[in-house]
């Protein structure tokens, strides 16, 4: 039972993955000439746009909860320029 459970959990697990890295109609739509993005791009830019604005809404009273919204941006922001450059190779190996 627990061999199945594992085997599941696995499946949705790579299923998952499969659907963050397909390309989104969307998101490649709005950006026009750059090329498609992923799903897990645009999953990014949104997390780091909510981040950058609960940031500056906390600015006046947390100035703590700004620094960390500030800091988890920024990683996200290299994510973000990593898994560019990965797609971005992947097209030109593709061509």
């Not at 009273?61 to 994510?79: E, N, S």
Request: glycine content about 8%; charged content about 25%.
């Amino acid at each position: 039972m627990k061999k199945t459970t594992d085997i599941r959990t696995a499946q949705r697990a790579s299923s998952f993955g499969e659907w963050l890295e397909a390309k989104s109609e969307t998101g490649s739509f709005l950006m026009g000439e750059d090329g498609p993005v992923s799903r897990k791009e645009v999953l990014l830019v949104n997390i780091i746009i909510f981040l950058l604005v609960i940031g500056a809404c906390a600015a006046d009273g947390a100035l703590w909860l700004t620094a960390l919204c500030v800091v988890c941006a920024g990683v996200l922001v290299r994510q973000l320029n990593k898994e560019s450059e990965n797609n971005s190779k992947q097209r030109n190996y593709g061509k």
